[in-house]
């Protein structure tokens, strides 16, 4: 079934391919050779072996992309640590509790089954910055391999407890006294992905009484996987009949959050960053990092503590980079990703899930009254199918359209007026072209985003 015109994304974020199409596993091998040549590079003493941990979401694919990857590791030399079923910021965590030269989850995040992929975590817990993301991709296609003899060759060993861990690392960093006296009903929908099993061990260590749906880890994604309005109709009204608090939806690999209030209204993915930057910034005010295409929401929230966001390419790998070097208390993006530096430095749902509740324990107000806290606006995401090589041409038409504009290039391109912006760039992930715009109304927004559509 390989079939050479099935899309095969690499870039900073990774590979991602239709499994059998695409990502096969030949490819994955191939691919898991390019990244312990990698590890071996940074590992942190030539004279052992690299350490690296590995866990999978929960798709019918993991297990085979999994082994191909594994097997590629240790005739590379490697130690592999096996996590099982865990979420992309569980393995990271891992890297940093294990002490290991880095991490691979394997993974097609929020795309729909038929896709897997697989990330690389350097030995921070972060996805590596670009130019080393790129050298892993330079040696797949030149498909390097540094195998090793027999005699070299490390025993795969497996570790349970990743999720756990993972959980206790977040509840050590919050204010769990006030979460429990404030008798929460939280319902969660995990949709069958790697998230469940890390929300319930957070959760119910939390006291909140817990209505979790598609909570069993079987990959069989109960709907569109992706957390958006359309495909959460189902947790709505959950949270209705249940009369909750709130709702949380995760997706498959669990390091995105969208949130519903305890109205059953869908806030959506971008208030999961802005209300847990809203509660960090109350304990401890400092510099934010987000991506072009996060709300100014956040920098509306920054401007209440006298702080500023400090803008990047799209990527976790950007924004965390500009995270460190500017000390910052709180990151992510706004897909509902938010980076708690205290925990990990990748997104995480287990974060923004503790940082929400913590931020309704200790205000004593009700998530519809929280948001409204913050200036509203009107952002609207659309994405079209492109060809390879459009981008560019695409960018610099919409460019030469907006000349008089501020301009900013770092990541596509990303207009920038008084009180609105619209963001065009290539998908990292999708062989798609994303259109975001934000405005006071929704009008406006998708005034943008036609005028945008209508160049490319």
Known sequence: MNDPNAPLMLSVSGLRGLVGASLTPTVAAQYGCAIARYFLSQRKSPNRPAHVVIGRDSRPSGSMVEGAVVSALLASGCRVTRLGIVSTPGVAVMVDGLHADGGVVITASHNPIIWNGIKTLNHEGSAPPGDQARAIIDDFHHNRADLVGVEKYSTLEDHTRANEIHARRVLDRLDTGAIRRAKLRVVVDSVCGAGGL??????????????????????????????????????????????????????????????????????????????????????????????????????????????????????EAHVAAAMRKTGSTIGGEGNGGGIWPEVVYVRDSLSGMGLVLELMATSGKSLSQLVSRVPAYAIVKDKLPIKPGMADRVCEAIKKKYAGQSLDTQDGLRIDWPDRWVHVRPSNTEPIMRIIAEAPTEAVAKALVAEVRAVV
């Open 198 to 315: 890390g929300a319930a061990a957070l959760l119910n260590e939390l006291g909140v009484e817990l209505i979790h749906i598609h909570k069993e880890p079987t990959g069989i994604f109960p709907h569109t996987p992706e957390p958006t309005r359309e495909n959460l109709v189902g947790l709505c009204d959950a949270v209705k009949q249940h009369k909750a608090h709130v709702g949380f939806a995760q997706d498959p690999d669990a390091d995105r959050l969208a949130i519903v209030d305890e109205r059953g209204e869908y806030i959506g993915e971008e208030y999961t960053l802005v209300l847990a930057a809203l509660r960090l910034m109350e304990r401890k005010p400092g510099p934010m990092a987000a991506n072009l295409s996060t709300s100014r929401m956040l920098d509306d929230v920054a401007g209440l503590f006298n702080s500023k966001v400090r803008r990047t390419p799209v990527g």
